[in-house]
């Protein structure tokens, strides 16, 4: 079986337990299938890359598995014309999608590495509604703000308040919170008003939110 072939049955099999899972946004399936998900994982893990497990990445960091990735974009319900801030860039896979269905993405990542190759990535693939920054976003981008949808790759040891007020009135967040030497509950955060809604989703095992950027990478 050659590396397309193989690609293919991956990707069928991944829409299979989306299917089972009651997941059947089309728009974001359809992104998710539009952004060639092997560009953005080194060639050792190719075969791997439409599995439910995590993969290595540059700085020491890994791409989250493609089912969670999906249930979380699923839950956040992105549309046309929505402005997105994701902390946490990483490969930039999962900015790659949302610019194809939000209006704006700004997403950051404390390493510069990633944030340069990520950039590299969207500008390849004629992204041109997404932007990556290397930096400190511990405490959100409130000055970009404020957001339709935010997306954290990191675990808040409580509920993150500062971010939840960064959200536009019916805005989103998605977020684990929760002791980060542990699991924590996948959480959705809907404001209504001066108040919020929580619906925890699944739980996540996500390394608490890191504060700075790296010296180094």
Not at 60 to 72: M, N, P, R
Not at 89 to 105: L, P, Q
Not at 203 to 215: C, D, N, W
Request: net charge negative.
């Amino acid at each position: 079986m050659n590396g397309a072939q193989a690609g293919k049955e991956g990707f069928v099999a991944f829409l299979m337990r989306m299917r089972a899972l009651g997941l059947d946004n089309k728009k974001l399936l359809g992104a998710i299938e539009a952004t060639p998900r092997a560009d953005f994982v080194s060639g050792p893990w190719h075969d791997a890359i439409w599995q439910d497990r995590v993969l290595p990445i540059a700085c020491g960091e890994v791409i989250e598995g493609i089912d969670l990735q999906a249930q979380v974009l699923a839950a956040l319900d992105i549309d046309d014309g929505h402005r997105v801030l994701e902390i946490g860039t990483g490969s930039g896979f999962t900015a790659a999608v949302m610019s194809r269905i939000a209006g704006r993405v700004l997403t950051y990542d404390r390493f510069k590495r990633l944030r340069d190759e990520a950039q590299q990535r969207f500008q390849a693939l004629g992204l041109n509604n997404v932007i990556a920054r290397q930096g400190d976003a511990s405490n959100g981008a409130a000055s970009e703000g404020p957001f339709d949808r935010i997306v954290v790759w990191a675990a808040f040891e409580s509920l993150p308040r500062g971010f939840v007020d960064q959200l536009a009135t019916g805005g989103v967040m998605v977020a684990a919170i929760g002791d980060g030497e542990g699991e924590q509950p996948l959480t959705k955060l809907t404001k209504l008003g001066s108040r919020f809604e929580r619906q925890d989703l699944r739980m996540v095992r996500f390394q608490p939110l890191g504060e700075g950027v790296a010296a180094v990478l």
